[in-house]
């Protein structure tokens, strides 16, 4: 028994003056009683405090002096456990635990089976045994047992010990139902209302007796038992946690709520928060908590293991330091190592698990805003910061977030200790339940306004702008895109304006303007920025009716002029005006480079004042005279379209996109070289020249065609006379190659454009040291992982110029990655596949074997990585022809089958003992012990057996065969791993007929393979070898075709009678929530 006694103190809260008295595990519970036995069940449990505007219980272990750490608070009560009354001191645990065996007797002609037991144990009072059945066939005839045990353990006192379970609802349930005795000593006072435990009609007193508790769960009442579980469940720290919602903002514009409704926040402690007035976008405000108040959310949330991203604006405070933090966001249950999970800004953006942390590369400056956002990925086991929509910290944590709290805060980490807090501003803060990619997160930190003028004026952007104003304008209904805004006010009084721009008002910070124009003649001012001090027309034309950019820098107004031609009219024209610090102003007409100004790279701003944009006209005129600009301050008469307003200097590929319907890439965008026994590209018109006669090999990576084969010694490559442009731009470049010599201290070019030797002018693709590296010349990117000869290799290079970052990829995952690189500045050269030139004249060529070289101008997401480098097949069956939906376009025959109604739009249908369909050219899978996995969804319209998936040599079914998955004649789906000729099979259950069931197999050396059932795993062999046959493979759905004879364990000969959709296969193991997400779809 224990026995426990509290010292109650209303209105008063512990004041944490004279001693430390951080609690250890904050909770949400409805009323003070739940306060009170959350203590009671926790053995490290000395103090309480519960807010009841808020319902927030604060638990702590180090207060000794209840009454001499006390103040006053109307809105509180504390209490603390009396000294000397706990008894026992600690929590005792024992085990109760249960074992059901089922034994099953099957007879079979060709199988011996034997049961392998595996056993994991954990650090907790819980052990779970599991029996999973392995059979090894040989060609004797046997009788076939198989018998398995389930163990039950249930923690004799799973509350007693104080910690947070990461299933607390199926330990508590147990719990309940197998120890009521234990139960008893924890139920010695409950609230008013307690009823409701009972689920019956009898009248009971509102203050049960413990008697009454006693009797109920002496005499096995299991509805009292299951509603006191869920009354613990509401009322302690013990919740029934729930994923967030995919999206929660909070606006900050004068209260705390969600936007969406569902995560409103509450103020902790009552002292006054400060707001700023506007906020980031020119409306609304912005939130400064104090010290001593923060914004609690008491909504359960689970987000130890959700993907998420969360984003705000803020604004800094005078001071931050190491040991000076601004807080922002934390969910954080208790603080000890990765149950902590804080974004908080020191001088540096931070990431923190509680001493599994990441720390941003840029230190911040004082009283200006800035955008973070930051990455929670258990899924990839990754921590990412950005700071203004770039990348600015990655890092693989120790170990995974594992806390559970059921309280989420902003503008504090309670638990967080040994820190000065100095709070600033937060703007727009938002909660996303996924990973945000990088072109999300950049528009959303520098997409400042977005007006398609769609029959709208409303902003589109992320900032959602409101301060808006329009006169004498109208839609018209022939925009560039949709509608578009109609300016033509006879009496000069159009124009469209937008106020609150922050960012135009930072001296040399950068931005861009991108819009369509269709003007009626070649007039007035098409853009016009301003203040209460100031004013530019920046895009417009002179008295020449040329169009012309300028602004302001610190020797006055610059402009450029394009005097080369005029702007047609009645025609629709792009034009993108950026400026930076670095480049200066530049004009792009129709996605080209017109021309730059180099003599001035500033940009003064009208004293830190927010700016206002005006479209069509220039309304201060006393201010914008036409002594002081080349532009005419006047009305412009035409229609504007797709306006976009950036906080940052555009790309060459930003302005490409934007600019669309003209073209910047003369050879299109993308380019495959297939070296199918050629150096055509595939895609453009950047056809390659062979020099010194290289030679193509049979099969290749796709099991068809051809691969090119380079011998080092007879200097032999491709190359591609015709200019590319990579400079200040992003690319992907992927490739298969397949090394049959490295050495150290040599150079193997994979892919190259040489310009000249100096810094950021030499694009090299290469192997150095038998690794991976990217390299500009002097701006380089060695990776950590070394290359074997023969064997095959997808390797990727990925450059963001958005980020600055270089990335390389080897078989679809990161294996190194280095910011603040480049931009690659080359401007001349061909491209060299297959080579790469050290300095003018010297060569490096590599040896061995290269196939399907892809260039992509543009950045590639790590899962479009993953994707062309192990997804080796994919079949929708939307449609019926002879090449595959998966980046490698495998061959595929097929007979007597037909399109049916699928699980995803159409299925494939197998009706006959003649029906099939087969894959082929699979080379890793015929590799030995290399991984792979596959996933289809099934409905079988008969019972019985038959086959699913059977491997062979040859296109009739024979050589080297064998069959990987199928039915047993009793219904019992099978998967089987071979090795040495004897097969490892894992029994599924019996499939029921016109149902879609989604199977999955997955293999690794480490893992074994392992069966899947609608997402969830089966049964495992355990580590397993997987013997292939070293050579290309056919796949065969629902036949065996001639080869009925081969190994097939348990599996019958039969043909497949059913539906089948969605086939993959992949190079790699999938993880158990790949295989969840495909079973999901």
Known sequence: MRSMKMFVNMNSKFQCANTTCLPFVIIVTSNVLGCEVACLMRSQCKAATFYRSITICQLFNDIIDLNGNMLIHTDATSMSVINGTRFPSESISTQITTTTTTTSTTTTATTTTTTTTSTTSTTTTSTTTTSTRTTSTTATTTTTTTTTSTTTTADSDPVGSGEIRSDPASDLLTWVVVNPQVLKSHIFRLSTGLEVLYNDDIPRSSSPISHEITSCLESNNLIFKKNLYRFFS???????????????????DGNLNDVYGNYNGQLFNTTNVTWMSPGYAGYGSAIRFTANSYMIINRDLNLSSVRLTVSAWIWLPNTLSSNVYFPLFSYCPASSTDMCLHMIIKNTIFLGYFSDDLTGSTVL?????????????????????????????????????????????????????????????????????????????LDEATLVAYFSFDNTYNDNGPNQMIKIT?????????????????LNNLANLSYFQIDGLYYLGQTNYSYSFSLWIYPFNNNGTILQVSSTSWCIPMIGYDSFGHLTIQTKGLSGIYSITYTSGTILLNQWTNIILTYSNTNGLQLFLNGLFINGYNSDYSYSASNNSLNTIILGNSITLN??????????????????????????????????????????????????????????DSLSNLNGTAINSPSYIASGITGNGYALKLIRNNNQYVTISTYKNFANVSFTVEMWIYPTSLSNNIDYGLFS????????????????????????????????????????????????????????????????????????????????????????????????????????????????????????????????????????????????VTLVPGKV?????????????????????GIPNNPYSMSLWVTRTSTGGGILIHLSTQTNGTGWCAALMGFRSTGEIIVINWYGGTGTEIVGPILSINIWIHIAMTYSPTNGLILYINGINYGTTGSRSYGAPGQNVFLTLGNFLGGTSCNKTSITSDPYVGYLDEFRVYSRELSAADVYGLANP
Not at 470 to 486: A, H, V, Y
Not at 646 to 670: K, N, V
Not at 883 to 888: K, M, N, R, T, V
Request: hydrophobic content about 35%; aromatic content about 14%.
């Open 905 to 925: 739009n159409q299925a494939l249908s197998f009706n006959s003992s003649l029906s099939f369909y087969q894959v082929s050219g699979f080379v890793l899978l």
């Open 753 to 896: 454009q040489y310009g000249s030797s100096t810094t950021d002018n030499s694009l090299h693709l290469i192997i150095r040291n038998n690794i991976l590296l990217m390299g500009f010349y002097a701006d380089d990117l060695p990776c950590t992982t070394t290359l074997s000869i023969n064997t095959w290799y997808h390797v990727a290079f990925v450059y963001d110029y958005r980020s600055r970052s270089q990335l390389v990829y080897l078989n679809g995952n990161q294996d190194c990655l280095r910011t603040s690189a480049g931009p690659f500045l080359g401007t001349s050269g061909s491209i060299y596949i297959g080579t790469f030139m050290l300095v003018q004249g010297n060569f490096q060529y590599f040896d061995g074997y290269i196939d399907n070289v892809e260039l992509n101008m543009r950045v590639k997401t790590n899962s479009e990585i993953l994707t062309d480098a192990t997804l080796t097949t994919w079949h929708s069956f939307d449609n019926i022809s002879l090449i595959d939906s998966g980046p490698l376009g495998l061959t595929r025959t097929y007979s007597n």
């Open 234 to 252: 509401k009322d302690t720290s013990l919740v029934l946690l729930k994923n967030p919602g995919n999206n929660i903002q909070w606006l900050f």
């Open 365 to 441: 400056k004082f009283n200006q805003w800035y955008h973070v956002a930051f990455i929670h990925d258990p899924l990839l086991f990754k921590q990412s910061v950005y700071l203004n929509g770039i990348l600015n910290g990655i890092r693989v944590p120790n170990s995974p977030f594992h806390g559970n709290a059921n309280y989420t805060t902003i503008g504090a980490v309670p638990l967080l200790s040994g820190f000065t807090l100095q709070n600033g501003f937060i703007d727009k803060l938002t909660f996303a339940a996924r990973i945000k990619n990088t072109s999300e997160l």
């Open 623 to 680: 201010n914008c005279s036409s002594s002081m600009t080349q532009i005419v301050p006047s009305q412009f008469q035409g229609k504007i379209d797709e306006f976009k307003i950036f906080s940052r200097e555009l790309s060459l590929d930003d302005i490409t996109e934007l600019a669309q319907g003209t073209t910047y890439y003369t050879y299109g965008s993308s380019s495959l070289w297939k070296f199918d026994n050629n150096t055509f």
């Open 470 to 486: 329009f006169i004498s304008t109208s839609f018209d209904s022939q925009g560039r895109f949709n509608q578009c805004l109609l």
